[in-house]
């Protein structure tokens, strides 16, 4: 699969029935659909309200980022903005197909997600340690 912002070739990593797709020229992440939600459960955090489905619904197209093509469908991706301080700004397959995250957005996903959910202690640690292993290579 092409990172779709690099466009270069992206490794599969694979760790507790998640595989993710790391480009490791920029460092982003590719989420398949049901990714983001098998993440989110094993750091206790399925009840954040962020899922594909919710994403997709809250597109904004007016957002002036430069839209990707989702490595899947080839299709322009849409643009979700997520929180203020920072704002995340994750591009969403229009398709449901996935997310793309650029490097180190997905920390910053994770620490909003604890705070919708109350669950601000030790979600971001556990989230470390999963990505930590996840890219082990």
């Known amino acids: ?3 779709p912002v690099c466009k270069t070739d992206m490794i599969d990593v ?3 029935q998640i595989e993710l ?4 020229k920029c460092r982003g992440v590719w989420f398949d659909s049901n990714e983001l939600e098998l993440l989110f459960e094993k750091i206790n955090l399925q009840n954040s309200g962020l899922s594909v489905s919710t994403l997709i619904s809250r597109i904004d ?11 899947i469908c080839k299709q ?3 643009k979700v903005s ?3 301080s920072p704002r995340i ?3 969403i397959c229009t398709n449901g ?3 793309w995250f650029d490097g180190g957005e997905i920390i910053q996903l994770i620490k909003h997600a604890s705070v919708n959910t109350g669950q601000k202690d030790g979600a971001e640690q556990q989230v470390i340690n999963f990505l930590g292993e996840v890219f082990r290579i």
């Open 97 to 99: 197909n996935g997310l």
């Open 14 to 16: 694979e760790y507790e």
């Open 21 to 24: 797709d790391y480009c490791v």
């Open 82 to 84: 997520i929180g203020d």
């Open 89 to 91: 700004v994750i591009d």
């Open 61 to 71: 197209e007016s957002i002036p980022e430069d839209k990707h093509k989702c490595p």
């Open 76 to 78: 322009k991706m849409g």
């Open 1 to 3: 699969m092409l990172c």
